[in-house]
């Protein structure tokens, strides 16, 4: 009988295993080409010097009193922006998993957006918001008549902590909220009949239950602070915030020191994948499959008590706020002219005038529609082409077992590398092909879902390793074929999951600078690529016209995307 | 027999095609001659950048088009003809700076080129005895001020002065590490204080920045939406302002100690296949191009023939430039952003 089970399984198995193998595999031929490859030459010279092969510089920077400082202080400040961003993120998680209300699409679409605006405009935004002579001060100032800005913020390692958990607790919102949605109440309700206090509730059983996908955002958001650079700079106050990626700049660029640059990021690499492979542990170990919810039951609730009202309305204000701020800042800006000689300012389309050409402006001013065509075009690309190959790494991923782990590890790598050092790897690719234009354009698209892919992975993973192996199970024993049962069962289950992620990739491609400038030989203009141009010549408000440009176009794709979920979303 | 003539047939048809390939790649030589590539960091070749229309004059003038390709700033640029040595695409670099020339002599890019040009250009800013790079436009680093927010008695004088209490946290800085206009500060006090002062004044100087930015462009932002009424730039900054938005609201301070030079140049690749259009490209950057790229890129023109718009009164030219020699630099930098950095992240 035993024997019989077991052939059974393993024909079973059999069938399975050559379409279930043969998944991953795209998607591990574009992280090994444009990737790993690259990277592997980059980093090689922190072994080569002078004398040929030698690991005296390793050894010097691995046991470097200043390095390890600055490890210790890149660790820390990613942390705590981590933890920030989190804590922040949870109640707004709440509140879009379980209420149903007017503008919720709008709010998810728009927590969104931060990731689209490259981050030397985040960090404009930012101080014209919150800086001595922003926004909010000169707004305080006038209402209560001081002389000083009452809101010191910035210039300090809070700022740090401040901007990152801008830029960052909206995707753990978005994608824990996600998964939150799609859980069933049945355990809940199980403790609230058993008497337990809605706090204990949430504490011993919600959460739990809620770990991989809190793990999985969190890994991210990890990540994302780690490589930080010009707000950690910009808005901490300067070099006594030095990170790694400031050091590894430092040695690439200004002192062109490739071996030590590559030595340092090897150092970096190391400690973020030994952290990696200790949060997939941890993952892997907290997911369970859950019954898959599609009902809207828990979606009908409107908050039920006033205190529950109250609570509900000053966060989303208060965030609301947070998320704005810096953003409206960048549209107000935008509208902003010098009319007169005497160099004060008023509401002006002027920008918008030379946008769109219908007046005389400057080289890069007049390509911005055909930069805006680009990037949308490269984004929908990237989103659409990323989310099919992450999905089928999710597939070899979600398994237990020593290769989907070491598989899952490769797949976050993109994360976890400088974006400094990837960027000398793109110079090498570059400098080997000679690309014409559509080489250079397959080649952005490529690297932007080299940088997607992370993303993408981290927002199907949790749902995926979520979903009850007995319905993948049935389908195949009722004899559907594994194809039949990847299409009908498992993809319409990660379909939510899979739009957040098509969304990040779109976002992150639409945003994303380093690449594209280092591969695109100046052939292919998109519009961040023109507005990184833009400040660099004195033009800040014209790049804010286009960062608003950036943020419409952005807002309305997101609210598409988030209406194509369905119906099991809420209003 | 057969084998023979398989062969010969195969030796007939590498012949053949050799013979046909050649002939092309010669025709091609020819046609392209009338094109030269030419590499600038990104804020020559667009927006209010010369580049533009300096080209369409020399093309005009010369019937030798240029392609002109924005290839990032000066160590972008350097990677990459570094990395295309061996399959050079560009014939000309627009925009060397000198303290970064040490790094472009010992990669061996640069072809020397003595244009007749140099009979106008002071001996004081051609820094390349060997004319590797050839002097295009050259600019003073300065500290620029916001006349709406410091009255006259608080405009700094000195670099000394600025360490003085009364500029706490209104002194926008750079970063040396990330950004060529931050080395040009660091290089400055150097060339002032010497080796062993100028940590000193960079010590006094923390509480007085405000922060101390990544790169220009976020220094400069700031500044201009007021967050704090310093910051380091250019003797020349003002001239944007006049020219564009009309305003003479900031100024840039003159220093007693005297101001540091960053002198920026043009260079032939030793790869070139079109060297002769390139120098004519070269020459006409020297002498015609001279009006446009000073106003267009905020700097002094190095021909001495320039008349400048008046503008330019709102920079004005410092009585004593100060400058480090390439070597010393190339030698010392490491050491002098390692100790910077040990100083100033405490």
Same mark, same amino acid.
């Given at each position: 009988m035993d024997t019989g089970d077991e052939q059974m399984k393993q024909k079973v198995g059999g069938e399975n295993k050559g379409f279930y193998k043969a998944m991953p595999v795209p998607g591990a031929l574009v992280l090994l080409a444009l990737f790993l490859v690259p990277l592997f030459f980059t980093l090689s010279a922190a072994f080569l010097t002078e004398e040929g092969f030698s690991l005296s510089r390793i050894r010097e920077t691995f046991t470097s009193a200043y390095t390890i400082r600055i490890l210790l202080f890149t660790l820390y400040q990613a942390a705590l922006s981590t933890l920030a961003s989190v804590l922040v993120a949870l109640p707004g998680a709440y509140l879009l998993a379980n209420y149903s209300f007017r503008g919720k699409r709008f709010i998810r679409a728009l927590s969104t957006?931060?990731?689209? &605006?490259?981050s030397i405009l985040v960090v404009l935004g930012f101080v014209i918001f919150f $800086?001595?002579? $922003?926004f909010l001060n000169q707004l305080l100032m006038k209402l209560f008549t001081l002389?000083?800005?009452?809101?010191? &913020?910035?210039?300090?390692f809070k700022a740090i902590i401040l901007a990152h958990t801008f830029f960052n607790f909206p995707i753990v919102m978005n994608l824990v909220s996600t998964y939150w949605e799609h859980m069933d109440t049945h355990c809940e309700m199980a403790a609230w009949t058993l008497g337990a206090k809605r706090g204990r509730t949430f504490r011993t059983i919600t959460l739990p239950r809620l770990a991989p996908s809190i793990i999985s955002a969190a890994t991210l958001v990890f990540l994302f602070c780690y490589n930080s650079f010009a707000i950690i700079l910009v808005l901490g106050g $300067?070099?006594?915030?030095?990170t790694m990626e400031v050091e590894i700049y430092r040695l690439a660029r200004?002192?062109?020191d490739s071996g030590g640059a590559a030595a340092l990021s090897l150092f970096s690499l190391v400690i973020t994948s030994v952290l990696l492979v200790w949060y997939n542990k941890s993952q892997k170990m907290l997911a369970r499959s859950e019954e898959y919810n599609s009902s809207s039951a828990r979606l009908?609730?409107?908050?039920?008590?006033l205190a529950g009202k109250v609570l509900a309305l000053v966060y989303s204000v208060a965030t609301l706020l947070f998320i704005m701020g810096p953003i409206a800042s960048i549209v107000v800006r935008s509208f902003?002219?010098?009319?007169t000689r005497s160099g004060g300012e008023s509401f002006s389309f002027k920008w918008y005038r030379q946008l769109f050409a219908l007046e005389r402006g400057t080289g890069h001013m007049g390509s911005a529609l055909q930069a805006l065509t680009n990037s949308l075009l490269i984004a929908a690309l990237v989103a659409v082409v990323t989310v099919p190959i992450a999905l089928t790494l999710a597939t070899a991923i979600r398994k237990k077992g020593f290769a989907s782990s070491a598989l899952e590890l490769f797949g976050m790598l993109p994360m976890t590398v400088s974006s400094v050092i990837i960027g000398l790897g793109y110079y090498l690719i570059a400098n080997r092909i000679r690309a014409g234009v559509s080489v250079g354009y397959t080649l952005v698209v490529l690297a932007h879902m080299v940088i997607a892919i992370p993303f993408v992975l981290r927002t199907i993973l949790p749902e995926y390793r979520k979903m009850p192996l007995s319905y993948i199970q049935s389908s195949l024993t009722l004899g559907a074929t594994p194809l039949r049962t990847f299409f009908l069962i498992e993809i319409p289950l990660l379909r939510a999951a899979m739009i957040t992620g098509g969304m990040f990739a779109f976002a992150l491609s639409m945003g994303e600078i380093t690449a594209t400038l280092t591969l695109a030989n100046s052939a292919i203009i998109t519009l961040p690529v023109i507005m990184y141009r833009l400040i660099g010549s004195y033009n800040f408000q014209g790049a804010c016209a286009l960062g608003t440009v950036l943020i419409l176009v952005s807002t309305i794709v997101f609210l598409v995307s988030e209406l194509a979920k369905g119906g099991t979303n809420g209003r | 027999m057969i084998k023979h003539q398989r062969l010969i047939a195969v030796l007939a048809i590498l012949l053949v095609s050799s013979l046909v390939f050649s002939q092309g790649k010669k025709e091609t030589e020819i046609s392209s001659q009338q094109e030269i590539t030419v590499y600038a960091y990104d804020a020559f070749c667009?927006? #209010?950048?010369p580049g533009p229309t300096i080209v369409t004059e020399f093309e005009a003038k010369t019937g030798i088009r240029v392609n002109l390709?924005?290839?990032?700033?000066a160590i972008e640029m350097l990677i990459k003809v570094r990395g295309e040595k061996?399959?050079?695409?560009?014939?000309v670099v627009v925009g060397i700076s000198d303290d970064m020339a040490a790094k472009a002599y010992a990669a061996d890019l640069f072809e020397p080129y003595d244009s007749?040009?140099?009979?106008?250009?002071?001996?004081?800013?051609?820094?390349d005895p060997q004319n590797r790079l050839l002097p295009f436009d050259y600019g003073n680093f300065a500290f620029v001020y916001d006349s709406e927010k410091l009255s006259p008695a608080m405009i700094p004088t000195s670099l000394d002065d600025l360490?003085?209490?009364?500029?706490k946290n209104k002194v926008l800085l750079i970063d040396p590490r990330t950004s060529s206009v931050g080395l040009g500060l660091l290089l400055w006090t150097i060339e002032v204080y010497g080796e062993e002062g100028y940590l000193s004044w960079w010590k006094a100087m923390k509480s007085n920045a405000l922060t101390i930015t990544e790169g220009w462009s976020s220094a400069y932002g700031l500044f201009t939406e007021g967050e704090a009424p310093l910051v380091l730039s250019y003797?020349?900054?003002?001239v944007y302002h006049v020219t564009?938005?009309?305003?003479?609201r900031y100024r840039s301070a003159l220093f007693t100690e005297g101001h540091s030079t960053t002198i920026e140049s043009v260079g032939l690749l030793?790869?070139?296949?079109?060297k002769d259009a390139a120098k004519l490209f070269i020459d006409f950057l020297l002498t015609d191009a001279q009006l446009d790229v000073a106003t267009a890129n905020s700097m002094y023109p190095v021909n001495s023939g320039t008349v400048l718009p008046p503008?330019?009164? #709102?920079?004005p030219k410092p009585e004593k430039s100060l400058s480090l020699d390439a070597l010393a630099i190339e030698k010392n930098l490491d050491r002098w952003l390692t100790e910077w950095t040990q100083v100033m992240s405490r």
């Open positions: 957006v931060p990731f689209v &605006i490259p $800086g001595n002579n $922003g002389e000083q800005p009452p809101i010191q &913020i910035l210039y300090s $300067g070099p006594q915030f030095t200004t002192s062109m009908s609730k409107k908050p039920a008590t902003m002219a010098s009319a | 667009g927006d #209010w950048g390709v924005s290839a990032g700033d061996n399959n050079p695409l560009a014939d007749p040009t140099l009979a106008d250009i002071p001996a004081l800013l051609q820094f360490t003085d209490p009364k500029y003797t020349t900054s003002p564009y938005e009309g305003s003479t030793a790869s070139s296949k079109k503008a330019f009164d #709102w920079a």
